[in-house]
């Protein structure tokens, strides 16, 4: 689809089709109606996603393009360690992971290295993973998923 589709699509929708998650007021005078910042919703976001073996087993990653690492939860890597030992075993942190406009880094578990297979065409390479303590899902850097 192009790019000029997908705005043709948005601006379809009408009011009742979106959801405004949160509304912010940056002037002192919010009854003006002026100087909002929304964040909306559509119910139609989609994240670029591939589906990827570790150790065997398939695991859905979001592709993030502004991330240099990849990164796993908690919740799959103790599914990943039912199949095998060496991903249970974690390495120590050498270094530290901050998001985007953070000042404070991520709550991580470890590390581990684990062989990446494409379920499309069997190529297989090694990679590093960190596991994220607090988080929802997985994230394959752009750079991995090249």
């Not at 990849?70 to 270094?95: A, G, I, P």
């Not at 684990?114 to 394959?140: H, Q, R, W």
Request: charged fraction near 25%; hydrophobic fraction near 30%.
């Amino acid at each position: 689809m192009s790019r000029g589709n997908q705005h043709d699509k948005w601006h379809k929708k009408s009011r009742d089709q979106a959801n405004i998650v949160s509304t912010t007021c940056s002037t002192g005078n919010c009854d003006s109606g002026s100087d909002y910042s929304l964040a909306v919703k559509n119910g139609e976001e989609k994240s670029p996603a591939i589906i990827i073996q570790l150790v065997g087993i398939d695991i859905k990653m979001i592709i993030d393009s502004e991330t240099s690492v990849n990164t796993v939860d908690v919740r799959t890597h103790h599914k990943l360690c039912e199949h095998s030992k060496k991903v249970y075993k974690l390495s120590k942190l050498d270094t530290k992971l901050f998001p985007y406009a953070f000042t404070k880094a991520l709550d991580l578990k470890g590390t581990f290295s684990a062989t990446i297979t494409s379920p499309k065409n069997g190529v297989e390479f090694d990679d590093e993973f960190y596991v994220m303590i607090d988080a929802k899902g997985c994230l394959l850097s752009y750079d991995t998923a090249k």
